[in-house]
């Protein structure tokens, strides 16, 4: 039996209403938009087409005009009531916002009853034309990376196996077989992930050097490192400046991020080192990961993977839920210490959350402390050693984490 996420009734109940907003099912690769939207399919009765934007030229976008128009005939020739139009990939189309609109309020003025879901990559999608052409005639549905909960009920994988292996479930039945998972994670996800949703729907001058950015990136997940030192490992040329703005396209992708460091002072955060951070574990594993026994085995290691899954967690409903992650990070008044890290801060509303991942990776930070004293967040705590398990914490809703009650450490 197919797995069912919660976004499945969210859709449903909508094309089960009256026409009035087209539906968006947005989200990263392979994370089962169009699995989900053929598992409604199968459970309503409204009559449809599926349309598959993938290997059109991007530059046709008349191609979006002829499935619309071929749908508006199967329903005057059918006689139909109703009918759904389903496009998928549909930001891989040229203007394609702007043909939407066009035929959407066609159909409004005309009083055609075609309902339609939209298809696309996450926060890309919106980038290019939902915010601007199509304002006021569209509803979101935002399909993130697959969680500890789902993975485990939809495919009995642990907790350790999802810290290293991540959420993807195209791959979940071969992490038995660790070579042949990354090579799915790197030539099936990856790939067309970067070739397809990134390069051609962006302007993109150096491709090589966004992949080579990007692999690396994955391999530093949980480490503070700056642009300019990530310049010097990489082959193609490039600048500080081409970087930044590829790891934000990136970002978007719902692939890498850098995290700022947080401060009350905004041209600080932006001008802060990044720490980058992956959006699905799968990815740190693909490009830096050794064996899971071995990784598993080492201390230190293991801690980094832990503190990269705590920060996929947060960052998967960060869209959704209207908040901010960062980290951050201050000398010690005692040089001898080393610095005073806390690892992620998350802000919504201007209320503050403190977060500090506690492992094997390393030993006790005053930074908590020291971050309380100075911002006096309205929560703060630990995950890990000492503090909240590191199993209730990827369990949890990360709406209840950032609630603003006070919290003690």
């Known amino acids: 039996m197919e797995y069912i996420r919660k976004q499945f009734y969210t859709l449903k109940e909508r094309l089960l209403e009256p026409r009035k907003f087209m539906q968006v099912l947005a989200g990263p690769r392979q994370v089962g938009k169009s699995t989900l939207v053929n598992q409604v399919l199968a459970q309503v009765t409204i009559p449809h087409a599926i349309e598959v934007a993938d290997a059109v030229t991007p530059k046709d976008s008349d191609w979006i005009h002829r499935v619309w128009e071929a749908a508006r005939t199967t329903m005057m020739l059918r006689k139909l009531d109703e009918y759904l139009l389903v496009i998928d990939e549909v930001q891989k189309i040229e203007n394609w916002s702007e043909v939407v609109k066009r035929e959407w309020d066609a159909d409004s003025r005309g009083h055609v009853n075609l309902k339609v879901v939209l298809l696309g990559s996450s926060r890309l999608l919106l980038k290019k034309g939902l915010t601007e052409s199509l304002a006021g005639r569209f509803e979101l549905i935002r399909m993130p990376h697959w969680s500890l909960q789902e993975m485990r009920d939809a495919f009995g994988v642990s907790l350790d196996e999802y810290i290293y292996f991540g959420g993807y479930p195209g791959p979940a039945h071969m992490i038995q077989d660790e070579r042949r998972w990354r090579k799915y994670i790197k030539d099936s996800l990856v790939a067309p992930a970067i070739e397809k949703d990134v390069i051609m729907t962006s302007n993109i001058y150096k491709p090589a050097l966004m992949k080579q950015l990007f692999e690396l990136g994955c391999s530093y997940s949980a480490e503070i490192l700056s642009l300019t030192k990530v310049m010097g490992q990489l082959q193609d040329a490039g600048n500080v400046t081409t970087l930044a703005g590829y790891l934000e396209i990136l970002d978007q992708c719902a692939l890498l991020t850098g995290l700022q460091k947080y401060a009350n002072d905004e041209a600080r955060k932006r001008g802060s080192i990044p720490k980058y951070q992956v959006y699905n574990n799968a ?127």
């Open 283 to 409: 990815l740190l594993t693909a490009y830096k990961g050794r064996g899971f026994m071995a990784d598993r085995m080492d201390t230190k290691v293991w801690g980094r993977w832990m503190e990269s899954a705590v920060g996929a967690h947060l960052l998967s409903m960060a869209d959704e839920l209207d908040y901010k992650v960062y980290y951050w990070r201050e000398p010690s008044r005692n040089p001898a210490l080393g610095d005073l890290e806390v690892d992620f801060i998350v802000v919504r509303d201007g209320k503050v959350t403190a977060i500090e991942v506690k492992s094997g990776r390393r030993g006790m930070n005053s930074g908590l402390p020291e971050f309380v004293e100075a911002f006096h967040p309205q929560r703060s705590f630990v995950v890990g050693t000492g503090g909240v398990s590191l199993e209730d914490f990827l369990n949890s809703d990360v709406e209840e984490i950032i609630c603003t009650r006070k919290n003690m450490i």
